[in-house]
């Protein structure tokens, strides 16, 4: 493991835009050992990413701003600023932004590796290229490649 002091200011890391979203990697699995990576999520209302789950890894929330409701499983979660949310592997989730319009959330994915499916599928932060929602067999195909799938509205696993 890396023995030297890893640190980002303000403003600091790789940003990228998923969608509406303003994503900024905070901590690649390379600075934290594999361990887990760490992203500011900047999210807008209005896109809801496609109910999924993941095999690999444990995603949370923590809210810093604004409002989330996450399905998991069969549960619904509200969070406002300061709640945390962890999202186990293997449970289908998915989630929305609520209240004024707009969410800010640290993203932490456990182990690392994940942060490669974002940063495959986004945009630079500084495009003038429309909003665009990847096509659901790119989301698939980029999806399985880092062990996660989309979740058919009866909650079962698409091949």
């Known amino acids: 493991m890396n023995r030297t002091p890893y640190a980002l ?3 600091e890391g790789h940003a990228v835009r998923l ?5 900024t990697v905070k ?3 390379d600075a934290t050992g594999g361990a887990f990576a ?4 900047e999210l807008c209302r209005g896109f809801e990413p496609p109910l999924h789950l993941h095999t690999r890894e444990e995603e949370s929330y ?14 619904r979660v509200e969070a406002r600023a300061g ?3 962890l999202l186990p592997r293997g449970i289908p ?8 319009g707009s969410a800010r959330a640290l993203l932490i994915v456990s182990p690392a590796a994940f942060e490669g499916f974002f940063l495959e599928l986004a945009d630079p932060v500084d495009t003038d290229d ?3 929602l990847p096509e659901p067999h790119v989301l698939a195909a980029v999806g399985a490649r880092f062990g996660a799938s989309l979740v058919d509205s009866n909650r079962k696993e698409k091949p």
């Open 93 to 100: 989730h998915t989630f929305s932004v609520g209240g004024g």
């Open 27 to 29: 901590a690649p699995g």
């Open 38 to 41: 760490l992203f500011e999520c």
């Open 9 to 11: 200011g303000p403003g």
């Open 130 to 132: 429309p909003v665009r």
């Open 19 to 23: 969608v509406a979203h303003r994503l």
């Open 62 to 75: 923590y809210v810093l701003d604004g409002e989330l409701t996450f399905s998991v499983g069969d549960e």
């Open 83 to 85: 709640s945390f949310v």
